[in-house]
């Protein structure tokens, strides 16, 4: 497919893909805030409401890579449309459910419809652009993909507390009805192909990653290795996913995902980075949310409202995303893009129970700043190499993997928090005596007595949060550390 010319139906192509990418990626965070609101209104405990989470990502791994399969088969044009359509009438129907049962069902449903969306409108504006223009036009895309994670915290905040939390999912509606009349008056069609599905891979690919996903989900809660479910899960996983990779490799372009666009290392290595630095936001949006509410008792809508605010940086970061790397070439680029993240996460690190809304920013602005500073380089590049006709499965596989890369993330700093919070309390909760001279004076001010019920309750509940506290800060020196050991991969990158 030839690119566009210039002009009105380019430009309106691209607004329709930054629409469609901003609906769907927003949904990846708005619901967040809004779970402690859900489940009391659907008298669930917030363990089993996490579930709804849970759902969305497991109904769009096992979709997103398989993108270019069903463009394929049913046409870009008409795959889009029934992708836009199903995604919002599932939003509208977990908008009104009454059980939890019915949210978990019609959450899958909406994961399922909103895995083609974000790489379908990838591969259509590396379609309509020339080479020379990708990384520009990337980068206004880019603002979208990662500009509604970031922004989702806010709007999901004031929806759940000033209307009701079903308005995280009826908001959907509005978006999606516009989204469907430009597909209809700006996607060029690429018509169907006739082809054979590929059930056995499919099934494979099924299983592997719905009980990776699982458990992932599921470890913490479940003390991993430690629980029979967890292990059932991990020997599936591994099995399944064993076989889909040396059947992918066997027959090679006939597998349900093509896995011989991995042969070109431009598209893996960036596939990979992308999956790795990704994951230091999506890291961002969770320990923030966390500290914010849970340990600086503020509002939600404050809290979102912070969060929100990382995104003016992201979009700095966008804007001058091309220009860095036509100016000092794609290596050089991401290599400052690493280091801006680095040092966002080492920010992160030094903050404390008492810092201000402007440390917050700062830390989690420069973190975003350095994602987006990355996203369009790297999205370009992995496609450098490929054909026209490859770019609906490239890009499949580029956000699948990404999407497993985001999944590892989540699951890493759960467990760096979860065990830190243990391994903290342990060994800080030694120190406290009541012959302890400081024990004196920190009850000293409220007149309470050391030996009281009410001594236990305030010690316990600052040891709660100190302990919890250092694990967030260690946690982002980890993350910072993660940034730094990406350069090397980056140093690996075939300039073009």
Same mark, same amino acid.
């Given at each position: 497919m030839?690119?566009?010319?210039?002009?009105?139906r380019r430009?309106?192509?691209t607004?329709t893909?930054?629409l469609?990418?901003?609906m769907a990626? =927003?949904?990846i965070?708005?619901?967040?805030? /809004?779970?402690?609101h859900?489940a009391g209104?659907?008298?669930?405990?917030?363990?089993?409401?996490?579930?709804?989470?849970?759902?969305?990502?497991v109904?769009?791994?096992?979709?997103?890579?398989?993108?270019?399969?069903?463009?394929?088969?049913?046409?870009?044009k008409?795959?889009? $449309?029934?992708?836009v359509?199903?995604?919002?009438?599932s939003s509208v129907?977990?908008?009104?459910?009454?059980n939890l049962d019915q949210l978990?069902?019609?959450?899958?449903?909406?994961g399922?419809?909103s895995g083609p969306?974000i790489p379908l409108?990838q591969?259509i504006l590396?379609?309509?652009?020339?080479?020379?223009?990708?990384?520009r036009?990337?980068?206004?895309?880019?603002?979208g993909?990662?500009?509604?994670?970031?922004?989702?915290?806010?709007l999901?905040?004031?929806l /759940?507390q000033t =209307?009701?939390?079903?308005?995280?999912f009826?908001v959907?509606?509005?978006?999606g009805?516009i989204s469907?009349?430009?597909?209809l008056?700006?996607v060029?069609?690429?018509?169907?192909?006739r082809?054979?599905t590929?059930?056995?891979g499919?099934?494979?690919?099924i299983?592997?990653?719905?009980s990776?996903?699982i458990?992932?989900?599921?470890?913490?809660?479940?003390?991993w290795?430690?629980?029979?479910e &967890?292990?059932?899960l991990g020997?599936?996983c591994?099995?399944f996913a064993?076989?889909?990779?040396l059947?992918?490799?066997?027959?090679?372009?006939?597998?349900?995902?093509n896995?011989?666009?991995?042969?070109?290392w431009?598209f893996?290595?960036?596939t990979l980075?992308?999956?790795?630095?990704?994951?230091?936001?999506?890291a961002?949006?969770?320990l923030t949310?966390?500290?914010?509410?849970?340990?600086?008792?503020?509002?939600?809508v404050?809290?979102g409202?912070?969060?929100?605010?990382?995104?003016i940086?992201g979009l700095?970061?966008?804007?001058?995303?091309?220009?860095?790397g036509?100016l000092?070439?794609?290596r050089?680029?991401?290599?400052i893009?690493c280091l801006?993240?680095?040092l966002?996460?080492?920010l992160f690190?030094?903050?404390?129970l008492?810092?201000?809304?402007?440390?917050?920013? $700062?830390?989690?602005?420069?973190?975003?700043?350095? =994602?987006?500073?990355?996203?369009?380089?790297?999205?370009?590049q992995?496609f450098a190499n490929?054909r026209?006709?490859?770019?609906d499965?490239?890009a499949g596989?580029?956000?699948f993997v990404?999407?497993?890369?985001?999944?590892f993330g989540v699951?890493?700093v759960?467990?760096l928090?979860y065990?830190?919070?243990?391994?903290?309390?342990?060994?800080?909760?030694?120190?406290i005596?009541?012959?302890?001279?400081?024990?004196?004076?920190?009850l000293?001010g409220?007149?309470i007595?050391?030996?009281?019920?009410?001594?236990g309750?305030?010690?316990g509940?600052?040891?709660?949060?100190q302990t919890s506290m $250092?694990?967030i800060?260690?946690s982002a020196e980890? =993350?910072?550390?993660?940034?730094?050991?990406? &350069?090397?991969?980056?140093l690996m990158?075939?300039?073009?």
């Amino acid at each position: 497919m030839e690119p566009m010319q210039p002009g009105y139906r380019r430009n309106m192509l691209t607004v329709t893909a930054i629409l469609i990418s901003i609906m769907a990626a =927003l949904d990846i965070t708005i619901v967040s805030v /809004a779970l402690p609101h859900m489940a009391g209104s659907l008298d669930a405990g917030l363990g089993e409401i996490t579930w709804a989470m849970t759902m969305f990502t497991v109904g769009q791994a096992i979709i997103i890579g398989i993108t270019g399969f069903l463009s394929r088969l049913l046409g870009r044009k008409r795959l889009a $449309l029934i992708a836009v359509a199903g995604f919002v009438a599932s939003s509208v129907l977990c908008g009104l459910v009454q059980n939890l049962d019915q949210l978990l069902l019609f959450r899958f449903a909406q994961g399922m419809f909103s895995g083609p969306l974000i790489p379908l409108c990838q591969s259509i504006l590396m379609n309509a652009y020339p080479k020379e223009q990708r990384t520009r036009v990337l980068s206004l895309w880019v603002m979208g993909v990662m500009g509604g994670p970031a922004v989702g915290p806010a709007l999901g905040g004031y929806l /759940a507390q000033t =209307l009701d939390w079903r308005w995280v999912f009826w908001v959907n509606l509005p978006i999606g009805i516009i989204s469907v009349l430009l597909i209809l008056s700006f996607v060029r069609p690429v018509p169907p192909r006739r082809e054979s599905t590929d059930f056995r891979g499919l099934i494979l690919l099924i299983v592997w990653v719905v009980s990776l996903q699982i458990l992932l989900n599921r470890g913490n809660e479940l003390d991993w290795f430690g629980s029979r479910e &967890i292990v059932f899960l991990g020997i599936t996983c591994a099995t399944f996913a064993l076989a889909f990779f040396l059947r992918g490799a066997l027959i090679g372009a006939q597998n349900i995902i093509n896995l011989q666009l991995l042969r070109d290392w431009n598209f893996t290595a960036c596939t990979l980075l992308m999956a790795i630095l990704g994951s230091l936001l999506l890291a961002l949006m969770i320990l923030t949310p966390m500290l914010l509410i849970e340990y600086y008792r503020w509002e939600i809508v404050t809290a979102g409202m912070v969060i929100g605010g990382f995104g003016i940086m992201g979009l700095a970061g966008g804007v001058l995303s091309p220009r860095l790397g036509s100016l000092l070439g794609i290596r050089p680029a991401l290599m400052i893009a690493c280091l801006f993240l680095a040092l966002g996460w080492y920010l992160f690190s030094r903050i404390n129970l008492y810092s201000g809304p402007a440390e917050i920013l $700062l830390s989690g602005a420069l973190v975003e700043f350095g =994602l987006m500073l990355a996203y369009p380089l790297l999205a370009a590049q992995a496609f450098a190499n490929l054909r026209p006709e490859q770019h609906d499965e490239g890009a499949g596989l580029f956000n699948f993997v990404k999407t497993l890369g985001f999944s590892f993330g989540v699951t890493f700093v759960e467990i760096l928090m979860y065990r830190g919070n243990q391994s903290n309390w342990n060994e800080y909760a030694g120190f406290i005596a009541l012959t302890n001279p400081g024990l004196g004076g920190f009850l000293g001010g409220p007149g309470i007595e050391p030996a009281s019920g009410m001594a236990g309750a305030l010690l316990g509940a600052e040891l709660s949060a100190q302990t919890s506290m $250092l694990s967030i800060t260690h946690s982002a020196e980890i =993350l910072m550390l993660l940034a730094l050991l990406s &350069i090397p991969l980056v140093l690996m990158l075939k300039a073009r």
